[in-house]
């Protein structure tokens, strides 16, 4: 658990510690604070270095989408041919110097190679930065969660939440993407939201689409 937003200094999608604590039904081994600063990328990168060696899944439970990141680079290493399935509003692709929110896949595709798979993207699509890798046969996924992901008639916690213009992004096409998947998956997270601002009925979806993700990993791995 990660409770830092990544990229900035002024507090963003973080200060999810005490939620975390209290409702994942994932169990957290490891607490990054925010004190750690821009340390905590670091810390993360070992930790999920460390959980993928001992054959673990690992579980980002932020913070800022930046720190995905991370945990990609840690698994592509790993993994030598991993798939990304990525749930957001936003592309998340946008050029930039620095490894931001907006920028991590950009500058990840740039660097790597992996199979990709997008879902519920809506925003300034014309930007995205990433080209279109088709998902490779066989390899296992790495599923990543942007809460803003859900429309916004569901979930207002976000920081840049996008209606969407048509279709649908609630849980069940969620859940209904995850059992389209025929590989495993080796590790998740599910980050930018404000569980501080959330409604009981937020927190109550977020909690229900991570369980859906602990589910469907344990359900791969056995
Ligand atoms: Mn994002």
Known sequence: MVDFDGDSVVAGASRNRLFWANRSPV???????????????????????????????????????????WMLLEAIRFYGKLNVLHFDAHHDAYRDANITHYSFMHRLSASHEFGYRAVGTRYELDAAQINEHPPIPGAPWYVTLDVDYFDTTLVKSVIAPVPLEAGRADLNTFTKELDLLTAPIIGFDVVEWISQRATSVECDLVLTALSALKQRAESSCV
């Not at 750690?36 to 959980?51: D, P």
């Open 27 to 69: 169990p957290i081994a490891t607490t990054i604070s925010r004190q750690y600063g821009h340390l905590a990328t670091s810390a993360l990168a070992l930790t999920a270095q460390r959980l993928l060696h001992l054959g673990a899944i690992p579980v980002l439970l932020g913070g800022g989408h930046s720190l995905t990141y």
